[in-house]
């Protein structure tokens, strides 16, 4: 069974730090292409960052500058800089993976992870 799974969330100050990772576990090949979503209560899921095949990224206006994504073959990574109150959502990492049980990449969603950031 193929999935992702994140890590890295939890609670920052205003200024803060974070780095959130995103495993693919299972009969991985590699991974084609991942971005990173999120979602506050009350508001549609936005896309804050992708990376595609071929090395380009891609950031919301409200993040360029302060994160930054990135990936080695099996794992994805958010890293978040001076982050802001309104950074306060629960992130999802989704990849399109290469796997043993198909020749075209499939799409794969993580359950979330919280990143709480106070004032």
């Known amino acids: 069974q193929v999935q992702l799974v994140e890590s890295g969330g939890g609670l920052v100050q205003a200024g803060g730090f974070l780095r959130l990772s995103c495993v693919a576990i299972g009969d991985i090949i590699s991974i084609y292409e991942m971005a990173w979503w999120r979602q506050s209560p009350g508001k549609e899921r936005e896309l804050v960052a992708s990376?595609?095949?071929?090395?380009n990224t891609n950031y919301a206006n409200s993040v360029k500058g302060r994160f930054t994504i990135s990936r080695d073959s099996a794992t994805g990574y958010l890293q978040m800089n001076s982050l802001k109150p309104e950074d306060t959502a629960v992130y999802y990492c989704?990849?399109?993976?290469?796997?043993?049980?198909?020749?075209?990449?499939?799409?794969?969603w993580g359950p979330g992870t919280q990143v709480t950031v106070s004032s």
């Open positions: 990376l595609s095949h071929d090395g």
């Open positions: 989704n990849a399109q993976l290469y796997t043993s049980g198909s020749s075209w990449p499939e799409d794969y």
